[in-house]
T-cell receptor
Framework: SAVISQKPSRDICQRGTSLTIQCQVD?????MFWYRQQPGQSLTLIAT?????????ESGFVIDKFPISRPNLTFSTLTVSNMSPEDSSIYLC?????????FGPGTRLTVT | GEDVEQSLFLSVREGDSSVINCTYT??????LYWYKQEPGAGLQLLTY?????DMKQDQRLTVLLNKKDKHLSLRIADTQTGDSAIYFC??????????FGTGTSLTVIP
């Protein structure tokens, strides 16, 4: 299994500002994933982050809005830039370990 | 993307069995998963099943897969109040892409 931690666990931010979310894994993993869960909704994949290469973004998500860093095999950050109330969501980091896929506890973001 | 659908709500009495259903459209699914999300928490992996299996049992949990009908179910025996949560099914395709269902909110009535 993999143990994933995220910081911050929650934040309230003002419109127009940016927030960087950190994800730390207790083991080395090749691929890390960032998901968004809007209120009352299911999970949507934002991007896949491989160490040493640019992140791959899903349709509807762009690097300027959600820049991602992946400096090593245990750590990644997701920045939510120029926030608006529509960005209020839970952001989850995820890693695969064999057949299993694990998720962090999530960062609950509220934009006012 | 692929469609993964679940009913939104389920209520059961404590001690009864719960059955949560899921349908999917991707015939190339490799693995199918069940996750539990308690209020304010992340997703907890409950169990998963390989697409060439039709059943998997793990303590109180039984997963049934009907690949022909693309139907997955999760049965929780002797449901407890601590089982109240949202349950997501998810399927992984051959490209390792995950698709999540809409989630089923299970309420256990004491």
């Amino acid at each position: 299994s993999a143990v994933i931690s995220q910081k911050p666990s929650r934040d309230i931010c003002q419109r127009g500002t940016s927030l960087t979310i950190q994800c730390q894994v207790d083991s080395q993993v090749t691929m890390m994933f960032w998901y968004r869960q809007q209120p009352g909704q299911s999970l949507t994949l934002i991007a896949t982050a491989n160490q040493g290469s640019e992140a791959t973004y899903e349709s509807g998500f762009v690097i300027d809005k959600f820049p991602i860093s992946r400096p090593n095999l245990t750590f990644s950050t997701l920045t939510v830039s120029n926030m608006s109330p529509e960005d209020s969501s839970i952001y989850l980091c995820s890693v695969g370990a064999g057949y299993e896929q694990y998720f962090g506890p999530g960062t609950r973001l509220t934009v006012t | 993307g692929e469609d993964v659908e679940q009913s939104l709500f389920l209520s059961v009495r404590e001690g009864d069995s719960s059955v949560i259903n899921c349908t999917y459209t991707d015939s190339s699914s490799t693995y199918l998963y069940w996750y539990k999300q308690e209020p304010g928490a992340g997703l907890q992996l409950l169990t998963y099943i390989f697409s060439n299996m039709d059943m998997k049992q793990d303590q109180r949990l039984t997963v049934l897969l009907n690949k022909k009908d693309k139907h997955l179910s999760l049965r929780i025996a002797d449901t407890q109040t601590g089982d109240s949560a949202i349950y997501f099914c998810a399927e992984k395709d051959t490209g390792n892409q995950f698709y999540f269902g809409t989630g089923t909110s299970l309420t256990v009535i004491p």
